[in-house]
């Protein structure tokens, strides 16, 4: 006995240890399951979403843009130093040779004020050495001035380049709004989706055993021989569906948990083996809905209105730069500086200092195309692309007006669902009971309790889905009316 025994023992601990092996290799295999709220998926996305991260350099580049606009009013330092020979015979043939060198340096400093008026301030020096003596001529402080009077007076190229840099980076602004009014709101939709599929799963888990259980009593009646073989495989049959409708659920929750993880993450391969529970169940709060109300917010605050309103704005800046064109060049001109000269550098420039030996000049020049057809078709072709911009901001208005108004219909009609679905799981529900003690008094058919079953099913269902559907629909009215992110309390600082 012994002997037979210790075998038996160690088969029986190398079980034990097997079993304890596979619970943990089990338990390891097992996804992390991670809780969150539909704020901490939000969070999630605004931080690590790709279309939001991809956005947020618009406004980025749109402001290096706009400052290199302002590059048109950098001043341009130049400074030049040549040496030039010159040798050259006498014209009437003799062999006298006049032999000149001279050294010339040059500086200015030149670029264009916000008044459209050009500037350059410098000086120049020259030295010239020749037989007769060396002597330095030069100019210092010398500046040259041209502002103009009608064309380029209040606006001019680089105003122009400055003002649409101006307008691109509010467009990008609002570009990268609606991009997280995109994503924040696809992220409560997948977030809906994820607790309805969690929750039809259980229902259908409810079903599986529904009618697992009417096929395990129907087996003890068959084998009793009160009911017939007919019954148990209709029985057998509604359990095959309904396994079968549990595994779609399952794949349809997997699937919704991709959806959520490629919102909010930008490393799916961390989140892979996450199973993502959300922190709340499905409910329905009632919100009171008032079209002109939405129809206010949405032309107040959608993101596309108002980058069209700035296209339209943008575009009447352009005519009023096209229109300035039109008008001939009259400009003031002016140069003051002071001269020096002797024998050295140094002569001129104790001149320089002394500056007793001014100059100026001042003026005016006119320049005007006699036709001027180019300008005149450019603003005809500005006027006609404003109208074209006027026609789509108004039709965009419209189109939003329509979607805000189906939006609110249709969340009012989800509404109504939520209730009448919740009463129609409940008759359902009070149905098969009723029809389960018919049964059971012999008095109805194993198809029509079966029946009861799939109703009681589809209600639960359909009772799910209408929570989700409101709830969506809440989240698509927030989007049609641009109020998202406040109704998600998300700051935006660009």
């Not at 097992?30 to 709220?37: D, E, G, I, K, Y």
């Not at 779609?248 to 997997?254: D, I, K």
């Not at 959520?260 to 329905?284: F, G, R, S």
Request: charged share 20%; hydrophobic share 40%; glycine share 6%.
């Amino acid at each position: 006995r012994a002997a037979s025994g210790f075998p038996m023992k160690k088969i029986a601990a190398s079980l034990f240890f097997a079993g304890l092996v596979s619970a943990a290799v089990a338990q390891t295999n097992a996804p992390a399951t991670r809780a969150l709220s539909l704020q901490d998926c939000i969070a999630e996305a605004l931080k690590h979403n790709f279309d939001v991260r991809v956005e947020r350099y618009e406004p980025v580049k749109s402001q290096l843009t706009l400052d290199a606009a302002y590059a048109g009013y950098d001043p341009t330092l130049s400074i030049t130093g040549t040496h030039s020979h010159n040798s050259s015979a006498s014209v009437f043939g003799t062999n006298f040779v006049s032999v000149s060198d001279a050294d010339t340096f040059n500086s200015s400093l030149g670029g264009l004020l916000p008044s459209g008026a050009t500037y350059t301030l410098g000086g120049n020096a020259t030295k010239n050495y020749t037989p007769g003596g060396d002597s330095t001529s030069g100019q210092a402080g010398a500046l040259n001035l041209t502002q103009p009077l009608l064309k380029n007076l209040w606006i001019d190229s680089t105003r122009l380049g400055i003002s649409a840099a101006k307008s691109q980076l509010k467009q990008s602004e609002q570009g990268l709004r609606l991009q997280l009014i995109t994503t924040v709101t696809a992220v409560e939709n997948a977030y809906y989706e994820l607790i309805y599929a969690r929750e039809n799963l259980e229902v259908e888990q409810q079903a599986l055993d529904l009618a697992q259980t009417q096929l395990d009593q129907d087996n003890q009646r068959m084998h009793i021989g009160t009911l017939a073989q007919l019954s148990v495989e209709l029985d057998e049959s509604q359990v095959a569906q309904s396994r079968a409708n549990l595994i779609t659920a399952e794949f349809t929750l997997a699937s919704d948990q991709n959806t959520l993880k490629n919102l909010i993450t930008d490393n799916y391969h961390e989140w892979h083996d996450t199973d993502i529970k959300p922190a709340a169940a499905l409910e329905a709060v009632r919100q009171l809905f008032d079209v002109q109300d939405s129809w206010s917010k949405g032309l107040a605050a959608r993101p596309d209105f108002l980058q069209a309103k700035l296209i339209l704005e943008q575009q009447g800046i352009q005519i009023k730069y096209d229109r300035n064109q039109l008008f001939p060049e009259i400009d003031l001109v002016g140069s003051y500086g002071y001269n020096g000269a002797g024998q050295g550098f140094g002569d001129a420039l104790n001149q320089f200092g002394a500056a007793n030996r001014p100059f100026y000049s001042y003026g005016g020049q006119l320049s005007m195309p006699l036709s001027n057809l180019g300008p005149r078709s450019t603003l005809k072709s500005a006027k006609a692309v404003e109208q074209q911009d006027l026609l789509k901001l108004k039709q965009l208005e419209q189109n939003i007006m329509v979607e805000i108004d189906d939006a609110v219909k249709q969340a009012q009609s989800a509404w109504e669902s939520v209730d009448a679905t919740k009463q129609a799981r409940i008759y359902a529900e009070a149905a098969l009971d009723a029809e389960q003690k018919i049964y059971a008094v012999g008095k109805a058919t194993t198809f029509e309790v079966l029946q009861y079953q799939n109703n009681l099913t589809a209600a639960r269902s359909q009772e799910i889905r209408a929570l989700a559907n409101y709830n969506e629909a809440l989240s698509n009215l927030a989007q049609q009316e641009g109020s998202t992110l406040q109704r998600r309390n998300v700051d935006v600082t660009v």
